[in-house]
């Protein structure tokens, strides 16, 4: 489990992509610190396996389904990825709960200055935006951030300096996708109501 509060941003320094499977190497300066093989970790809001470490670099392996559902297939080398090791038990919580699985990916259609401040907005697909409500939380490549707006096809948040400065959220584009994962408790409730009908 994750908090959607960023360590570092690491680096892909080399992708090896077979069909359905890619092997990826990240180098990073803090978050290796102690780092194991099968630990957890997650990549822009993705959660993978460390499968090999070297030195202050970690490989980690994507089946299909997270090639297919999340930004990870589309990565290129030299790009920074937001990193996050798992939550301890006795660890300070911050953020919201953040489990590393996508639910989908959206696409940044505005992305502006407000004063000292950006606003960032994304659009959803239809099957998410029951999940998404004005002051509730969302995790956006694995930040944890708070809703603003929620709109019927997108929705918009406001990234501080600090945010903007400590993640990759610098380097997003109108046009360019990022993964979503929608807040836990949202998606419970939602089945609750469901099943109480």
């Not at 069909?19 to 290796?32: D, G, P, S, Y």
């Not at 911050?94 to 659009?123: A, K, M, P």
């Not at 998410?128 to 948040?157: C, H, M, N, Q, Y």
């Amino acid at each position: 489990m994750f908090t959607g509060l960023i360590e570092e941003v690491g680096t892909v320094v080399q992708i090896e992509r077979k069909k359905n499977f890619q092997r990826m190497e990240i180098c990073a300066e803090r978050t290796v610190q102690g780092m194991v093989e099968g630990d957890s970790i997650s990549i822009d809001g993705v959660c993978q396996t460390v499968v090999e470490l070297s030195g202050q670099c970690f490989w980690v392996e994507s089946v299909n389904e997270t090639l297919n559902c999340t930004t990870i297939g589309s990565m290129i080398v030299g790009c920074g990825v937001n990193l996050e090791n798992p939550i301890l038990a006795d660890g300070r919580f911050g953020g919201h709960i953040v489990l590393g699985h996508v639910d989908t990916t959206g696409s940044v259609v505005r992305f502006e200055s407000d004063g000292e401040n950006r606003i960032l907005e994304v659009e959803t697909p239809d099957k998410l935006a029951r999940f998404i409500a004005p002051k509730g939380s969302i995790a956006v490549d694995g930040i944890s951030l708070t809703v603003v707006e929620a709109l019927t096809t997108s929705f918009t948040v406001a990234i501080i300096p600090h945010t903007l400065k400590h993640t990759n959220l610098s380097d997003r584009q109108i046009g360019n996708r990022v993964n979503l994962e929608i807040d836990v408790l949202a998606r419970y409730v939602a089945r609750i109501i469901e099943n109480s009908g």
